[in-house]
């Protein structure tokens, strides 16, 4: 099968070249040409498969035989390898709990199963030069992808983040790895971080120096296992008895990437009659959708960390997808909440329910209260454990958080940082001259 660019459908390439790529060479984002629909007998008999079961049929599906069988089962069972529970709360919501991974986040599903694919198309290149992972983060996909890709050989991982916008755990669970990843802490914002990254993959010279390649969300790669988590959570539901003709899903975003993951899962055929899509104070796809027009800005930090995007990246394939603004509407029902309505959903729920949300599920949850209809089930995307960031949590609750031994191991290793100032020119030649490579690299205007 073949993926095409979302700023042009004629630039094509295979899954290998996408994948390995990240990013199409005119800077739009792959998206499958024809994604196969589930039969419906498929979908009435998934109450009797196992999570990895399921995962290898769905991902089998998706992929139409690109991937090997044998090394797809192999990925898919090392990539969801530990429980994903769909937990009903008192007041009859239902969270799926997607943080019981190494590093706590939903986004070990996706990073894992992109380490594996390219692990193994890297394998069968013997006459690859190193694959540079580059990564920019605002707390979770960096020690998500940093963990992934940890030791393994002919892969080095650079981690931008933005100087003193990370929590304690989030930055040791990449900072302190060492081997083959290095974290580079940007004097700048996370805008900064990604607008150096999407530079360098544009510039044409770095790319005829270097292998690169993207693990955020822009990647498809990143995608695929997270399309499986949607049916699962639907099967739970199925079991549970619940009604799932009228399914609601809410969805912590920042970049859309796990948007975008439920939407392609929808047209394999999971029946959704609607999307929530919530964010914090950086909220530019809420604006989009209640005005028809999109308009990044600059980002805001807040006690959500991994939701503050200015300029959320998989834009283009929510557009790519549904077509048209109205039709964005017609599947996407957009919240956007502040600190203070974050705080003040963590203490009620915590309080009312004896639930303990940490910031970006409860920007979910709360939508399902405002959104959901007579007769409708809300399942609220729960990305991050409220451990990751305990030392708000337990100012929030007024209650001590214990700390998980994955996470805790992370706290006692000595941080290794690489201070960078904000400049593409500075970044390019740390990138080469961690490769070995020495040429001459024209600075910027204005940077030395």
Request: proline share 6%.
């Amino acid at each position: 099968m073949l993926y095409y660019s979302t700023k042009n459908k004629h630039n094509t390439a295979t899954l290998e070249q996408a994948v390995t790529r990240g990013v199409a060479p005119d800077g739009g984002l792959y998206l499958p040409q024809r994604l196969p629909r589930l039969p419906k007998a498929f979908l009435r008999n998934m109450a009797g498969m196992t999570l990895q079961e399921l995962g290898y049929a769905i991902a089998a599906f998706a992929l139409k035989d690109d991937v090997p069988a044998d090394v797809l089962h192999d990925i898919v069972n090392k990539t969801f390898h530990f429980e994903i529970p769909l937990v009903k709360t008192p007041n009859g919501r239902y969270v799926l709990e997607l943080f019981h991974g190494p590093t706590m986040a939903f986004k070990d599903v996706g990073t894992s199963f992109m380490a594996r694919l390219l692990d193994y198309y890297r394998k069968n290149h013997p006459e690859w030069s190193t694959l540079n992972v580059l990564v920019p983060t605002s707390g979770d996909t960096g020690s998500a992808v940093s963990n992934s890709f940890h030791n393994m050989p002919g892969v080095n991982v650079y981690v931008l983040y933005p100087k003193g916008a990370v929590s304690i755990i989030q930055r040791a669970q990449f900072a302190t790895l060492g081997d083959n990843v290095t974290a580079i802490e940007v004097d700048g914002t996370f805008d900064d971080c990604k607008q150096l990254v999407e530079r360098a993959f544009m510039d044409h010279e770095l790319n005829d120096a270097l292998r690169l390649t993207s693990a955020m969300s822009i990647n498809y790669a990143r995608l695929v296992p997270q399309m499986i988590y949607y049916f699962w959570a639907y099967v739970q539901l199925a079991i549970a008895g619940e009604d799932v003709d009228n399914l609601v899903f809410s969805v912590p975003c920042s970049n859309l990437g796990n948007l975008a993951s439920g939407l392609l899962a929808q047209q394999m055929g999971l029946p959704v009659k609607r999307f929530l899509s919530v964010e914090n104070q950086n909220n530019i796809f809420y604006n989009y959708v209640k005005t028809g027009i999109f308009t990044p800005k600059p980002t805001q930090y807040s006690i959500a960390p991994a939701l503050d995007a200015g300029c959320p990246n998989n834009f283009e394939r929510i557009v790519t997808l549904l077509g048209s603004h109205e039709n964005i509407c017609n599947h996407i029902h957009a919240y956007s909440y502040d600190d203070e309505q974050i705080i003040e959903t963590i203490q009620q729920t915590h309080s009312n329910e004896g639930y303990m949300l940490d910031p970006h599920t409860a920007v979910a949850y709360r939508a399902l209260d405002e959104d959901l209809q007579s007769g409708e089930v809300g399942i609220a995307l729960g990305t991050a454990s409220p451990a990751k960031l305990y030392p708000l949590m337990e100012r929030i609750t007024k209650e001590p958080i214990l700390l998980p031994k994955q996470l805790e191991q992370f706290l006692n290793a000595e941080p290794q940082i690489t201070k960078m100032k904000n400049g593409y020119t500075t970044f390019k030649r740390l990138l080469l001259s961690s490769n070995g490579i020495s040429i001459p690299v024209r600075p910027d205007f204005g940077e030395k």
